[in-house]
C-alpha cells in the first residue's frame, strides 16, 4: 500500500476530515488542513502533532474558486502534494418544510463546486508528476435521490459519477480517483438526525477504513457493506415501488 507524506484534506476541523486528518497523522507526514472552525481546527492539529505530523492550518472558503487554487499550489510548494482529499460538504434537507432556493444552491456550492475547486489545481501538479491520489467525498446517498434530502443526495451524485469517470481519464497518468461513499457515521453531520440509522460507525473506524482504501487506490470506498448493497438496489427499483418506499422515510 502507498504511504502518502504530503497530504491536503479540506473540511478536516470535524467529523470525517478530522478523523482522516488523524488517521494519516505520523512521523514523516506533511498535513496541509482546512476548516470553516479556527477553534476546533487548531485541536485537530494537536491531535495530529502529537502523532508526530507536521501541520499546515489555513481557514479557506472551498467555495473560493481562486482561494482554493492559491492555497492549493502553495501547500504544494512546501511538499509535493500526494494525496489531496476534498471532504468538506455541508448536509440540509426538507424536513424544516421543504428545500429553499438558496438552501439548494448552497448545498451544490459547497458539495460540487467545492470539490472542482480543490481537485482541479491539484490535477495538473500530480499529472506533471505522474503520480498521486485524489479522495472525492460521496455518500451512499448518491445512488439514489430520497425526497427527505433531494439536493443533498443529488451533490454527492455529481461529484461520485464525475469522480468515477475522471478515474480513467487519470489513470495513463499514474493519478489515482477514489470516490469515497460513507453510510451513517457519528459526526455533526448525523447528530442533527431524529430518525433511526442503521449500522452507525464511530468516525475513527470509518477513517481508518477510508485511508486503507486510499492507500489501496480503490475506485469505490463504499462501507458499510449492507448499506451499500441496499443503496445500490434503491437505484435498480421501478420508480413507482421506489416512491411508495420513500414516501414513508423520515425527513432529514
Given at each position: ?5 504530503s497530504v ?6 470535524s ?20 476548516g ?19 501541520v499546515?492550518?489555513r481557514?479557506v ?44 444552491k ?14 482541479m ?10 503520480t ?39 489513470a ?8 469515497i ?15 433511526s ?15 486503507d ?10 462501507f ?5 448493497l ?10 413507482a415501488l ?5 414516501a ?5
Open positions: 500500500m502507498t504511504r502518502f507524506k491536503l484534506i479540506t473540511g478536516a476541523s467529523g470525517l476530515g478530522a478523523g482522516l486528518a488523524r488517521a494519516f497523522a505520523a512521523s514523516g507526514t506533511i498535513l496541509h488542513l482546512s470553516r472552525h479556527g477553534g476546533r481546527l487548531d485541536e485537530v492539529a494537536g491531535q495530529c502533532r502529537a502523532r508526530g505530523a507536521e499546515h492550518l481557514q472558503d472551498v467555495t473560493d474558486s481562486a482561494a482554493c487554487a492559491a492555497w492549493v499550489q502553495a501547500a504544494d510548494s512546501v511538499s509535493p502534494l500526494d494525496l489531496v482529499i476534498a471532504n468538506a460538504g455541508i448536509s440540509a434537507g426538507t424536513g424544516g418544510g421543504g428545500e429553499t432556493a438558496a438552501q439548494t448552497a448545498i451544490f456550492a459547497v458539495n460540487v463546486d467545492g470539490v472542482f475547486n480543490t481537485v489545481p491539484a490535477l495538473p501538479l500530480m499529472r506533471a508528476r505522474g498521486g491520489q485524489i479522495g472525492i467525498m460521496s455518500s451512499l446517498a448518491s445512488f439514489r435521490g430520497f425526497p427527505g434530502a433531494p439536493a443533498y443526495c443529488a451533490s454527492k451524485a455529481a461529484v461520485r459519477v464525475w469522480g468515477e469517470g475522471l478515474r480513467g481519464e487519470m495513463p497518468f499514474g493519478v489515482g480517483i477514489s470516490v461513499c460513507p453510510g451513517f457515521v457519528e459526526t455533526p453531520m448525523t447528530a442533527v438526525n431524529r430518525f440509522m442503521p449500522f452507525l460507525m464511530d468516525v475513527e473506524r470509518a477513517s481508518r477504513i477510508m485511508a482504501g486510499l492507500r489501496a487506490n480503490r475506485g469505490r470506498i463504499a458499510p457493506w449492507p448499506m451499500h441496499m443503496a445500490r438496489m434503491a437505484g435498480c427499483l421501478p420508480s421506489m416512491d411508495r418506499i420513500a414513508r422515510m423520515p425527513k432529514k
